[in-house]
C-alpha cells in the first residue's frame, strides 16, 4: 500500500516509522527539507500543503493519507482534497476540532461526568495554567499563589483563551481509542515521564496499573469516542491522583510516542490497524489487555560531556532524523547521531521480556553511550517539587 505522510515534524516521524513497519511505501510531504521525518520515508516532496493542485496531484497517487500537523487550516485542505479524490484519510474533523481547544474538551467531561480537575475558582492553589488550543507542554504554567496567579494573568491576557485548573499530583497514563463507522478499539496503556519543563521524556510500557484502573481507562475513552462518533484515532491522557484517575486532555490526532510504544510492546501497529480497517481483528478488550514485553522508549540529547534526558522536543529541531539498528544495545533507536558528531539526539527503544527487564538493559545502554563517548555526567531531571508537599 502506498501512504502519504502529510507533515515531517514529530507527528510525521511517528507515521512514518509505523508505516513503513507496516511494509508500506511512504511519501512524505513537507515544506522544510530539513524536517525529522525526512529521513525515515520512501520518497520526500518539499511544497506547501496549502497548494491544493499539488496535494491534489500527491493524492491521486497514493492509498492512505496519513495528516501528521496541527494547523487547522491545513488539515481542512488536506481533508478537502481527500474527499475530492476519494482517498482515505485519518482525520475526523469534528473531533479534532473539539479536541483541540481544552476549554471545549472540559465542557465535554463535565457533560459525561468524567473525572477531570476542578476549574478556577473552583479550585485551591496551586493551579495549572495552559492555553486552551496548544497540545503538550507548549504554554504550560504551573502557578502557587494568588500573587503569582495574577501577575501571570497581566502577561498573558491579550493572548487567547486560557485554561485554568487545580494541579493533581500522581503518574501520567496514556490510552489510544480507534473507531470506524461506530466501531472502536482501545489499546495498551501506557505510562508517561515528564521532564523538568513537563515534556514528555520517556514512555514505559505495560503500565503499571491495576487491571480494574486499565479498563475504567478503556471504558472512559470509549464513552468520549462514542459521544464525538470518533472516525479515526483519539488519545486520553489521565493523572492517577489520590487513588482515582482524573481525564487531563484528549487529543483526536495521531500522537507520538506512545503508538510506537504500544507497537514495541504489543505488535500491534495501530496505524495498520487503521489503514487496513478493523475485519476480523481482536475485540476491545483483548487489545486493551493483551500480553506485552517491556518498553522503554525516551529521549537523550549527548553533548557537553553529559547525556541528558529531555522532552520529546529536542527531537524536533535537528534536521532528518534515521532508523538505526542495535543502537548501543537498544534494539532501535532514531537519531542523527553520527560518530564524528560531538553534538547528537536520539529516540532509544529499549525492550525486554517485561519491564524490570527493559529496565536493565536500558541502564546498560545509556552506560555504553556514555563509556564510548567519553561522557562523564548523566542527567536526568524531573519537574519540580511543589512547596511542602515532596510531590510533583
Not at 325 to 352: C, P, R, S
Request: hydrophobic letters at 40%.
Amino acid at each position: 500500500m502506498q501512504v502519504a505522510v502529510l507533515g515531517g515534524k514529530l507527528q510525521g516521524v511517528e507515521a512514518c516509522y509505523l508505516a513503513k513497519k507496516a511494509g508500506w511505501d511512504v511519501l512524505l510531504v513537507d515544506k522544510n527539507p530539513e524536517a525529522p521525518a525526512v529521513g525515515l520515508c520512501d520518497r520526500f516532496l518539499s511544497f506547501d500543503l496549502l497548494n491544493k493542485d499539488k496535494l491534489a496531484q500527491v493524492l491521486r497517487e497514493v492509498q492512505f493519507i496519513v495528516p501528521a500537523l496541527e494547523n487547522k487550516l491545513v488539515l481542512d485542505a488536506i481533508y478537502e482534497c481527500a474527499q475530492a479524490a476519494g482517498v482515505k484519510v485519518l482525520y475526523d474533523q469534528q473531533a479534532y476540532r473539539l479536541s483541540a481547544s481544552k476549554l471545549e474538551s472540559d465542557k465535554l467531561f463535565a457533560k459525561l461526568g468524567i473525572p477531570a480537575p476542578k476549574p478556577w475558582p473552583d479550585c485551591q492553589f496551586p493551579v495549572t495554567v495552559k492555553p486552551s488550543g496548544a497540545s503538550g507542554s507548549k504554554g504550560v504554567y504551573q502557578v502557587q499563589t494568588l500573587s503569582e496567579f495574577n501577575e501571570l494573568l497581566q502577561k498573558i491576557n491579550k493572548q487567547g483563551e486560557w485554561v485554568v485548573q487545580e494541579f493533581l499530583a500522581g503518574p501520567s497514563y496514556s490510552i489510544e481509542i480507534a473507531g470506524i463507522n461506530n466501531d472502536y478499539r482501545t489499546f495498551q496503556v501506557t505510562e508517561l515521564e515528564m521532564d523538568a519543563g513537563y515534556d514528555c521524556k520517556r514512555v514505559l510500557a505495560p503500565a503499571i496499573l491495576a487491571a480494574e484502573k486499565i479498563q475504567q481507562l478503556a471504558d472512559c475513552a470509549l464513552v468520549i469516542a462514542k459521544e464525538l462518533q470518533l472516525n479515526g484515532i483519539m488519545d486520553v491522557e489521565v493523572i492517577l491522583h489520590e487513588g482515582k484517575l482524573k481525564v487531563l486532555e484528549i487529543d483526536a490526532r495521531l500522537p507520538s510516542q506512545t503508538l510506537t510504544a504500544v507497537f514495541k510492546s504489543t505488535g500491534i501497529n495501530v496505524l495498520e490497524v487503521l489503514g487496513t480497517g478493523f475485519g476480523n481483528s481482536k475485540d476491545e478488550k483483548e487489545y486493551t489487555a493483551m500480553a506485552a514485553r517491556g518498553v522503554i522508549y525516551e529521549h537523550i540529547k549527548v553533548g557537553g560531556g553529559k547525556v541528558e534526558v529531555c522532552g520529546e522536543h529536542i527531537m524536533g529541531d535537528v534536521g532528518p532524523l534515521h532508523l538505526k539498528t542495535d543502537f548501543f544495545g537498544a534494539e532501535e533507536a532514531i537519531t542523527n547521531y553520527h560518530k564524528d558528531k560531538q553534538e547528537w539526539v536520539a529516540t532509544l527503544m529499549v525492550t525486554g521480556e517485561n519491564r524490570d527487564q527493559a529496565l536493565q538493559c536500558r541502564k546498560a545502554v545509556i552506560k555504553n553511550i556514555m563509556n564510548s563517548c567519553g561522557l562523564k555526567q548523566y542527567q536526568d531531571l524531573t519537574p519540580p517539587l511543589l512547596p511542602n508537599t515532596g510531590k510533583y
